[in-house]
């Protein structure tokens, strides 16, 4: 999460200086500016501690995913991916980032998880 907003704040002042995107106006830029600041306070006022927890958590459901995909448990894999991504999807703090990245228009939030659908059109073995 720090890592995340210490990025957006890095690159706030390039952008400020730089010029636009061929095709974007200078309005243009100056808006996702604006929402870029909008966005990096929204995350600052997530928990911090929940938002670490939270990272953590996310770790050991892709360290056991991995360990039921190498261990050849593909349809188990795949059952904890879903449940696990529905109950982080449900979390408050990923409610909150979600909101806080909607400010961002134009860009695919950082937050965002893959839905049921694409999960169960892809199997998640096959990223290990």
């Not at 095709?23 to 929402?35: D, H, T």
């Not at 261990?71 to 059952?79: F, S, T």
Request: net charge neutral; proline share 5%; charged share 30%.
């Amino acid at each position: 999460m720090k890592k995340i907003i210490s990025l957006i704040t890095l690159c706030l002042p390039l952008a400020a200086i730089a010029q636009p995107p061929a095709g974007m106006s200078q309005q243009s830029m100056e808006e996702m500016m604006e929402n870029a600041r909008k966005m990096q306070e929204c995350l600052q006022n997530i928990d911090q501690k929940s938002m670490e927890a939270m990272e953590e958590k996310s770790r050991k459901i892709a360290q056991r995913i991995e360990n039921l995909c190498r261990a050849g448990k593909r349809d188990q894999a795949q059952r904890f991916a879903i449940e696990s991504g529905r109950e982080l999807a449900a979390s408050e703090e990923m409610r909150k980032m979600q909101e806080c990245s909607k400010m961002m228009q134009g860009m695919k939030p950082p937050t965002t998880l893959p839905s049921e659908k694409e999960l169960q059109q892809h199997h998640i073995c096959d990223n290990y």
